[in-house]
C-alpha cells in the first residue's frame, strides 16, 4: 500500500490547520496513497496559541477529529494526525488520531514520554497518557504502531509495537532544533527501523523552532523518501510487507533475540 507523510508548520487556527491538511490529502490522494500521516501538533502549535491552551483545546478536539473524517472520506485516504484532547484538567492530552478512508475512527494514542528534556517542561501543560494505551491499528493489508515525537527516544515502546505486530511505525513529531538536533532524529528513525526490522514513516512540523525532515525508511533503515526544512510538503512510498518478509530472512532479529 501507498503511504504518504505530509509536513507543514501549524499555526494557532484550527481552521487554517485543517485547510493545509485538505490541501496535502487531496495532493496524496492524486498520488493513489492509501495513508497520510501528519505531524504531532498538526490541529494547531501551542507556541501559537493566545490564551490558554485548555481554552484553545476545549471543544476543538471533537471537531476537529470530525473534520479529519471528512477530509478522509472525501479523498479516499486514511489520515493519522496529532492534536490535543481535553483531559479533564488545565493540562490536556497530547493525541493522535486514526481515521480510515471510510472516515471512522480507528483509534487514539495518548503520549506517554512527555518531552521534559532540553530545559523544556511539557509536564506542566501536558496530561501523560496511560502505559497500556500502545495500540496497533489495522489498515488495509498492514498493521501500525503510533509513536509521538520524544517517544522515538525510547526503544522498549516501539519494540512492543513490534513485537504486537505492528508492520509500520508512524511517527508525528515537532522535533524541536537545536546542536545535533537533526542527527539524534535521522539516527533514531534508522534505528527503530533497524532494531525492529518495519517501515518507519515521520513527519515532523517545519517551523521557525522545529526542524522538519519528515521521512520514510525501509526495514533495513534506509530513507526511500525525505524531506529537508520544506515549509510544506509531502513524500509518498510504496510500503509492503514482503519487504519486511525479504528483510527477516536475512536479519531475524526479532525470531533471534534472547531477552
Not at 480510515?100 to 496530561?127: C, M, P, V, W
Not at 519528515?214 to 534506509?222: E, F, N, R, T, Y
Request: proline content about 3%.
Amino acid at each position: 500500500m501507498k503511504v504518504s507523510v505530509g509536513q507543514f508548520a501549524p499555526t494557532g487556527s484550527v481552521a487554517q490547520n485543517l485547510e493545509t491538511m485538505a490541501g496535502l490529502a487531496a495532493k496524496a490522494h492524486a498520488e493513489g496513497s492509501d495513508l497520510l500521516l501528519f505531524p504531532e501538533e498538526a490541529m494547531l502549535a501551542v507556541s501559537k496559541v493566545d490564551g490558554s491552551l485548555a481554552d484553545a483545546v476545549a471543544g476543538n478536539w471533537t471537531k476537529f477529529v470530525q473534520q479529519l473524517s471528512f477530509i478522509a472520506a472525501e479523498n479516499q485516504i486514511a489520515i493519522v494526525a496529532g492534536g490535543y484532547e481535553d483531559s479533564g484538567d488545565a493540562r490536556p492530552y497530547n493525541t493522535v488520531a486514526a481515521v480510515g478512508a471510510d472516515g471512522k475512527i480507528l483509534g487514539t494514542y495518548r503520549k506517554i514520554h512527555l518531552y521534559d528534556a532540553f530545559s523544556y517542561q511539557e509536564s506542566n501543560t501536558i496530561t501523560a497518557g496511560p502505559v497500556e494505551n500502545v495500540p496497533v491499528i489495522e489498515i488495509g493489508e498492514l498493521k501500525f504502531g503510533i509513536l509521538t515525537c520524544y517517544d522515538l527516544r525510547f526503544p522498549e515502546i516501539s519494540r512492543r509495537l513490534a513485537l504486537a505486530g505492528a508492520d509500520v511505525l508512524l511517527v508525528a513529531a515537532a522535533w524541536f532544533k537545536g546542536e545535533h538536533k537533526i542527527d539524534h532524529w535521522e539516527t533514531l528513525l534508522k534505528a527503530r527501523a533497524i532494531e525492529n526490522t518495519v517501515w518507519v514513516a515521520a513527519a515532523g512540523t517545519s517551523s521557525s523552532h522545529t526542524i522538519g525532515h519528515s521521512a520514510i525508511l525501509d526495514p533495513m533503515g534506509v530513507p526511500i523518501e525525505f524531506l529537508d526544512d520544506d515549509e510544506e510538503g509531502l513524500v509518498t512510498v510504496d510500503v509492503t510487507a514482503r519487504r519486511i518478509e525479504e528483510v527477516r530472512e536475512f536479519l531475524p532479529v526479532l525470531a533471534n533475540r534472547r531477552l
